[in-house]
């Protein structure tokens, strides 16, 4: 999407908790929008948590719709998101109440908000709007259905970044947008995708409306009465076109099968088999990455540095010792004094967890130490 053409693959949706580690992963072979996957997910979340467990998600303006919205209310989950524009800007002093927020530097930034109740409509019910009026002046409006106060709702919603955040370290370290897979299958014939006949026709109504409009300016600004009339002629043509395709706009489904559109056999998608597999792992080594560099990150002087000083741990040299007793492994680790100690401080932590290789029949405890 950001490279503004197609790519061979899929699309992944992620479930992440709150401090943004990833939990679950959906692929999408026909790149569905957010709004036809946020009920399912809430299913599995549910069938995977149990009935009486509260679940609040929160998810960005692209899952921000009314519809989307009261169906995740009607099976009892709670929800905040952003609301779409347009919707109308408050004066400054209708924003009554403030909220202290770290911006993630541990600065502290203070946002005012109000909060009310709107009616969504159509018979959808109602749901809390908080309108927050930010230091810049800006205003953003939040959705939520949830009893929860509006400050922890703010801050859950704000928090949402550390997804973003993990979505690019994802990317640069462990390859997340890797296409595993190399092996493609044909989508079934009944599959539904959308019309390519009716795609074509809205693509070719938009040429001629943006050549329309070129040719009306060529006809304000043309002087000479024969160029008029040509312009005219081709205005009129150009019109012409627009009401015959229009005209036939409404006979054409906006879907239909695989089969209907002459493709069965030619459209192809991503087997998912082994991309599963391998993002299974990444998912795995990511979380087991983010526990380790909580832990190491107290002992460090510049403890955001946590994860770049583990990959440090990762990729070190070292010496293996396989004892009657034990499986001692010793790494040599490039690193500040601070860093080392830190690193000191882990490996004893880690060796107080008892861990066993797996292929180790004896079950002798791994020790780790590094070089200092």
């Not at 541990?106 to 109000?114: A, F, S, T």
């Not at 539904?192 to 409306?209: F, G, Q, T, W």
């Not at 150009?238 to 099968?257: F, I, S, V």
Request: charged letters at 30%; one cysteine or more.
């Amino acid at each position: 999407m950001q490279d503004k053409r197609v790519r061979p693959g899929t699309t992944d949706l992620y479930v992440h908790d709150e401090d943004g580690r990833p939990l679950m992963r959906f692929p999408s072979a026909a790149h569905e929008g957010l709004t036809s996957w946020l009920p399912r997910v809430a299913g599995w979340l549910r069938a995977a948590l149990g009935e009486d467990r509260r679940i609040l998600l929160a998810f960005d303006r692209a899952g921000a719709f009314p519809d989307v919205i009261s169906t995740l209310r009607n099976e009892s989950f709670e929800l905040v998101t952003y609301e779409r524009r347009p919707y109308r800007a408050l004066a400054e002093r209708e924003f009554d109440q403030e909220v202290t927020l770290s911006d993630g530097e541990g600065k502290p930034e203070v946002i005012r908000y109000r909060e009310q109740h709107v009616g969504m409509g159509r018979g959808r019910g109602d749901v809390r709007r908080i309108a927050l009026r930010m230091p810049d002046a800006r205003q953003v409006n939040v959705l939520t259905i949830s009893s929860t106060r509006a400050p922890r709702i703010i801050e859950i919603l704000f928090g949402r970044w550390v997804q973003e955040n993990a979505f690019k370290h994802g990317v640069e370290r462990w390859g997340l947008n890797q296409l595993d897979g190399r092996t493609f299958k044909p989508f079934d014939a009944d599959f539904v995708i959308s019309s390519p006949d009716r795609r074509r026709l809205d693509a070719s109504l938009v040429d001629l409306r943006e050549a329309e409009g070129q040719l009306h300016r060529k006809l304000l600004r043309a002087t000479h009465p024969e160029r008029r009339v040509e312009l005219k002629e081709e205005l009129a043509r150009n019109l012409d076109k627009q009401r015959a395709l229009e005209k036939r706009r409404p006979g054409l489904p906006t879907h239909c099968t695989v089969e209907e559109a002459g493709l069965h056999g030619e459209l192809m998608h991503q087997q998912d088999e082994y991309k599963a597999l391998i993002d299974t792992i990444r998912t795995a080594c990511i979380n087991a990455e983010a526990d380790l560099a909580t832990t190491l990150a107290p002992g460090m002087a510049r403890p955001r540095e946590a994860k770049r000083l583990l990959r440090n741990l990762f990729s070190a040299s070292g010496a293996l010792r396989v004892t009657a007793n034990t499986i001692e492994v010793t790494l040599d680790v490039a690193g500040t004094k601070n860093e080392q100690d830190a690193l000191a401080a882990l490996c004893r932590t880690v060796n107080d967890w008892k861990l066993t290789h797996p292929g180790d029949v004896a079950a002798r405890p791994l020790l780790f130490r590094t070089n200092i």
